[in-house]
């Protein structure tokens, strides 16, 4: 009888990002010694799937943090990509193979940082600011059409909730009246 055991996983399998988050925060755990508490900390609560979405005090906290993290993330084996900052100084100290494709072939200098898509909202970098752009088809006026356009807004950080909060409580009266008779 023979054994055959899987030295690397699949891409593309139903368990490849809970795979990934294991191995990365394994990583993490795994050098939590050798590196500062901030990395462990950031690599444990401000990864999403594969995006990381952190904010500091400093652009040299920044600096540190982001050089840190390369440096624990390659012993595990995995390459952070695709950074992007809203401070250019930061910016300059990630090599241009690793930054984001909106940010490599722009100065730094001179050039505006562009608008960016973060966890389904625009992120207009150069000012700092979140904003959501949803294309609505027009819906009737019914409950029906109602919770299919509250329902299209994603908003997985709760930013838009005092838009959305409106609408969603006039569904659950109209819920209760029904079920009230």
């Known amino acids: 009888m023979a054994e055959y055991r899987m030295k690397v996983h699949i891409f593309g399998a139903t368990s490849s990002p809970s795979c990934a988050n294991h191995a990365l925060k394994r990583t993490a755990a795994d050098n939590t010694d050798t590196d500062s508490n901030i990395v462990t900390k950031t690599i ?9 979405l952190k904010s500091v005090v400093t652009i040299n906290e920044g600096k540190i943090l982001a050089a ?3 440096d624990t993330c ?3 084996g995995f390459r952070l ?6 401070q ?24 505006n940082l562009p608008t960016e898509r ?11 600011t979140f904003g959501f752009q949803n294309t609505y088809k027009e819906k009737p006026a019914t409950r029906r059409g109602i919770l299919s ?4 807004i994603y908003d997985p950080l ?17 819920v209760d009246r029904t079920w009230m008779g």
């Open 149 to 152: 356009l509250v329902s299209s």
């Open 68 to 70: 840190k993290l390369i």
């Open 88 to 111: 250019q100084q930061l910016l300059e100290s990630i090599p241009e193979s690793e930054r984001a494709l909106e940010v490599k072939d722009i100065d730094l200098e001179s050039d």
């Open 158 to 174: 709760g930013l838009a909730a005092p838009a959305v909060l409106r609408p969603k409580i006039i569904l659950q009266v109209c």
């Open 81 to 86: 990509t695709k950074w992007i900052s809203n």
């Open 44 to 52: 444990n609560n401000n990864f999403y799937l594969d995006d990381l």
């Open 74 to 76: 390659n012993k595990g």
């Open 118 to 128: 973060v966890f389904g909202m625009k992120w207009n970098i150069e000012a700092d």
